[in-house]
């Protein structure tokens, strides 16, 4: 319980522009997925096909809720952006290994 509390400071403590650059990583982390799911679909076989179905519109159900929010906070995001931003998560992910 006590970590839970912790977790929702931190959000509250986070600036408008800290949370709409999480939200545009959780774009870009969903097309990921999104991207990943269709290709492992490609390659199904057997069970593995509706699972990899359920996925796909999962994630798509779960992006097109991120780009409407992203849409309400005013957010656009450009290809450019995109990249750099992926640049950089890409290097802190280095980072931290």
């Given at each position: 319980?006590?970590?839970?509390y912790?977790?929702?400071?931190?959000?509250?403590?986070?600036t408008?522009?800290?949370?709409n650059?999480?939200?545009?990583?959780?774009?870009?982390?969903?097309?990921?997925?999104?991207?990943?799911?269709?290709?492992?679909?490609?390659?199904?076989?057997?069970?593995?096909?509706?699972?990899?179905?359920?996925?796909?519109?999962?994630?798509?159900?779960?992006?097109?809720?991120?780009?409407?929010?992203?849409?309400?906070?005013?957010?656009?995001?450009?290809?450019?952006?995109?990249?750099?931003?992926?640049?950089?998560?890409?290097?802190?992910?280095?980072?931290a290994?």
């Amino acid at each position: 319980m006590h970590e839970e509390y912790i977790k929702e400071l931190n959000l509250i403590e986070k600036t408008e522009e800290e949370l709409n650059i999480e939200l545009v990583k959780s774009i870009i982390k969903t097309k990921n997925d999104l991207a990943n799911s269709n290709k492992n679909y490609e390659f199904a076989e057997g069970e593995l096909i509706d699972y990899y179905l359920y996925e796909i519109k999962a994630n798509q159900a779960k992006l097109n809720y991120l780009l409407k929010k992203a849409k309400q906070n005013g957010i656009i995001l450009d290809r450019i952006n995109e990249i750099k931003l992926r640049k950089n998560q890409a290097e802190e992910n280095s980072q931290a290994v």
